[in-house]
């Protein structure tokens, strides 16, 4: 049974930083490309960052140059750093993975932005 495992979600002022993690357990094979998504009350659940296992990422435009997500391979985790956080970037975020074409999510970390 897969799980993703996710941490460091919380309430941050605007400006600061959190960096959340997702580990992925009980899989014998790969993990393909992982991610982040991100739902505030009353929107649809939108992509916020991914990256596929040789390294390539990709990012909303809503937080290019301020969030960055990063791997360890080994260890099946993803890492996404946010940085310059703003009351817009408040919801509840979803680690995703994919593996052997089945996607996987975790149960979600909160991250509010407030003073």
């Known amino acids: 049974q897969v799980q993703l495992v996710e941490s460091g979600g919380g309430l941050v002022q605007p400006g600061g930083s959190l960096r959340l993690s997702c580990a992925a357990s009980?899989?014998?094979?790969?993990?393909?490309?992982m991610g982040w998504y991100r739902q505030a009350p009353g929107k649809q659940r939108e992509l916020v960052a991914s990256i596929t296992s040789g390294g390539t990422t990709d990012f909303a435009d809503a937080v290019k140059g301020r969030f960055t997500i990063s791997r360890d391979n080994a260890k099946n985790t993803v890492y996404l750093q946010m940085n310059s956080l703003k009351p817009e970037d408040t919801a509840a975020y979803y680690c995703?993975?994919?593996?052997?074409?089945?996607?996987?999510w975790g149960q979600g970390t909160q991250v509010t932005v407030s003073s």
């Open positions: 009980g899989s014998s094979f790969s993990v393909n490309a």
């Open positions: 995703n993975a994919i593996i052997r074409f089945r996607v996987y």
